[in-house]
């Protein structure tokens, strides 16, 4: 497949009903228009069908939160696992498994920070940052975790009062800076 903005969907209705016009439009409006379109027809499959988001992931061989990222527009749906979809979340229309396998516009609206479990994790990750960055140097050397070779579970655990705990893991590849040596760089080769 090739790699379609979501603001060029093909066939995909707006909310209203109406396919999009083809000429010059709002890209960005289209674009959160078929996203959200999207993604209620995901839910909504997802609710019919009674399924968890971990009963979807472990149908699909997949993290808790790629599937979420799936259903939510986020992530590309790979042609070995639109079969399993499709059998976990029958309510789902061809039409929308087709544009899920679309390459997607990752991304979020600032408006989401506002949600405060959303905040809340972000103030978490801020907090901590400095301390996150200086243990990762620290055990790895000079280098970030990918968000790209990522993982990211969501589970929960039980604190030692009985209390329900959220526990997020974030699983990247560490990638090192590299010494930027002049007769590496293959760009300037003639």
Request: hydrophobic share 40%.
């Amino acid at each position: 497949r090739s790699c379609l903005t979501r603001g060029h969907w093909p066939g995909i209705a707006s909310p209203g009903g109406e396919e999009e016009p083809r000429g010059e439009y709002d890209e960005m409006a289209v674009m959160v228009s078929k996203e959200s379109t999207i993604a209620e027809e995901c839910l909504a499959a997802k609710k019919a069908a009674g399924k968890t988001y971990d009963e979807i992931a472990a149908a699909l061989g997949y993290t808790n939160c790629y599937v979420c990222q799936l259903l939510l527009g986020q992530a590309q749906l790979k042609e070995s696992a639109r079969p399993k979809l499709k059998g976990v979340l029958p309510a789902l229309s061809d039409e929308t498994l087709d544009a899920m396998m679309s390459c997607p516009v990752r991304g979020f609206d600032s408006e989401i920070l506002k949600e405060p479990n959303v905040y809340r994790t972000y103030e978490a990750i801020t907090h901590y940052g400095m301390a996150i960055k200086n243990l990762v140097n620290e055990k790895f050397g000079d280098g970030i975790m990918s968000a790209i070779d990522f993982y990211l579970t969501v589970g929960e655990a039980v604190g030692v009062k009985g209390e329900k705990r959220v526990v997020i893991t974030l699983n990247g590849k560490f990638l090192p800076f590299i010494e930027q040596v002049a007769e590496d760089n293959t760009a300037v080769k003639a």
